[in-house]
């Protein structure tokens, strides 16, 4: 039977898949619906183009056949050599000297009536047509129209003619039928019409594919979303492929896991050692109280041990507090601090801690951009780690420097010195050395200079070896910006 986990999850990824293929569809329409419309638009645009050319073409050449009819009746009657005599003579001359071509057809009209037509089969008969025939009859000058016919659509020319003292009319007739160069048309639009419902296909395929090329670090990102979510381990990173967007949302999603497994890792670690530095000194009081005796003195050097644990408690507590509020932004109120004065007043505040010989190894001339109430915390703590390992008479140093827009502050000691073993273990909380002696402090001093040095941006390192005492030095930038 599957467990609540496994349902969870094959629900959730489930849900993932819809939103996916649902993220995947819209993109794949909304791409093609643009394409399907760019399509649309050109075959319309360039079938719209070629009947227009269509159209232009059949008007050209009868414009063409009006001219030479024209030039035919400037001249003389070939047959005979004489002007022409009437306007039937005129009309049936020009008919047998001008072949049409096959999308073609002359006739000429006299008196109201077809009377000769051009050698050749037309698509279709007009002359045959008395109805157009009639109208056409009544033209008093050219005229140019369209008609439909049992062959498609025709442009038409009606040129009038009449000679000068004889009653006799008539008019040549030039017909340009359009359905042979309409059909080419049709068959180009048919066929990019094709091509294009052949590219929409394609350019659908090919969008499908790309669309969850794309969206598969999407899909990673919740689906890992959904295992940590769902309990799983925060070791789970994303593999980025490419540099695009969805690449850099791929590292983004990766550094932020980064971030919230260090959180974990270090709040995880953090409870575990609150936890046990907060059990000592509770079972120490727990223990005493339980055998407390009535004897007054007994009971006053019980107290007396009960209340210096619970000091020691809250002082824990207290720098607990500080290392957590550390972390959140607004730790740091930054000022401009005149190191000189930073220097002088943190000797002089040490001086009170202990019998040491104190001194000055250099005064820093200069103004640093920070917090000089943290920075002044953290030389007094790292002032009181010295004491903790120095005894009296020994010499304990503050000083400083500015160089290349950096700033360093150092206290330094001549005390029992620390082994390079052990000095990448005592920035870390709670952390004490295999041989170091348990003190009364808080094992969170040291942790809480370098968490200052870094919220100012810069960093805390130390130099020390057995016996030669050591040197904790803050090496800041001197104009710092707080950093979360």
């Known amino acids: 039977m599957p467990t609540t986990r496994t349902m969870t999850w094959t629900m959730t990824t489930m849900t993932e898949s819809r939103r996916s293929r649902t993220v995947r569809t819209r993109i794949l329409t909304s791409t093609l619906l643009v394409v399907a419309i760019a399509l649309c638009a050109i075959v319309l645009v360039t079938g719209r183009a070629l009947f227009s050319r269509i159209d232009a073409a059949a008007a050209t050449e009868l414009g063409h056949e009006a001219e030479k009819f024209r030039s035919f009746a400037q001249g003389d009657d070939p047959a005979t050599g004489a002007p022409f005599a009437d306007a039937r003579t005129l009309l049936t001359s020009h008919l047998a000297h001008n072949l049409p071509e096959?999308?073609?057809?002359f006739f000429s009209i006299v008196d109201g009536h077809a009377d000769r037509r051009s050698s050749g089969d037309p698509p279709a008969r007009l002359d045959a047509d008395r109805a157009f025939v009639a109208d056409l009859a009544t033209a008093q000058a050219p005229r140019w129209g369209r008609t439909e016919t049992d062959a498609?659509?025709?442009?038409y020319a009606v040129l009038p003619v009449r000679f000068e003292g004889q009653a006799q009319r008539g008019a040549l007739v030039a017909v340009e039928f359009l359905a042979p160069a309409q059909a080419e048309a049709w068959s180009t639009v048919l066929t990019m019409s094709a091509a294009g419902v052949a590219a929409l296909l394609l350019a659908a395929g090919a969008g499908w594919l790309v669309a969850g090329r794309a969206l598969t670090p999407i899909r990673e990102v919740q689906h890992t979303a959904a295992l940590i979510g769902g309990g799983d381990d925060l070791g789970r990173r994303i593999d980025v492929v490419g540099s695009d967007d969805v690449a850099q949302l791929a590292l983004t999603f990766n550094g932020m896991l980064d971030r919230v497994q260090a959180a974990f890792d270090g709040q995880r670690r953090f409870l575990d050692d609150a936890g046990h530095e907060l059990r000592t000194p509770i079972t120490v009081v727990r223990g005493h109280l339980d055998v407390m005796g009535d004897d007054p003195g007994e009971r006053e050097e019980t107290l007396r041990l009960v209340d210096d644990e619970l000091r020691r408690m809250s002082r824990l507590v207290d720098d607990l507090i500080l290392l957590a509020r550390s972390?959140?932004?607004?730790?740091?109120v930054m000022a401009r601090?005149?190191?000189?004065?930073?220097?002088?007043?943190t000797l002089a505040k040490a001086s009170a801690?202990?019998?040491?010989?104190?001194?000055?190894d250099a005064v820093p001339e200069g103004v640093i951009l920070a917090d000089g109430q943290r920075l002044a915390q953290a030389l007094l703590q790292?002032?009181?780690?010295?004491?903790?390992?120095?005894?009296?008479?020994?010499?304990i140093a503050v000083g400083g420097d500015v160089r290349d827009g950096r700033v360093r502050l150092w206290v330094r000691d001549a005390g029992?010195?620390?082994?390079?073993?052990?000095?990448?273990?005592?920035?870390e909380r709670f952390a004490r050395g295999p041989g170091a002696p348990r003190t009364r402090g808080s094992g969170l001093g040291l942790a809480i200079v370098a968490r200052i040095a870094q919220a100012h941006g810069g960093r805390v390192s130390v130099d020390s070896a057995p016996g030669a005492g050591s040197t904790f030095t803050l090496d800041?930038?001197?104009?710092?910006?707080e950093t979360s």
């Open 382 to 395: 790292l002032a009181q780690n010295a004491v903790s390992h120095t005894t009296a008479g020994q010499t």
């Open 327 to 332: 972390e959140r932004p607004g730790f740091l």
């Open 416 to 427: 029992t010195g620390i082994d390079p073993e052990e000095q990448s273990l005592i920035f």
């Open 152 to 155: 498609g659509a025709a442009l």
């Open 102 to 105: 096959t999308e073609e057809s």
């Open 337 to 345: 601090v005149e190191l000189t004065d930073l220097v002088v007043d």
């Open 353 to 360: 801690i202990a019998d040491r010989r104190w001194a000055i």
């Open 476 to 481: 800041l930038p001197q104009h710092a910006e």
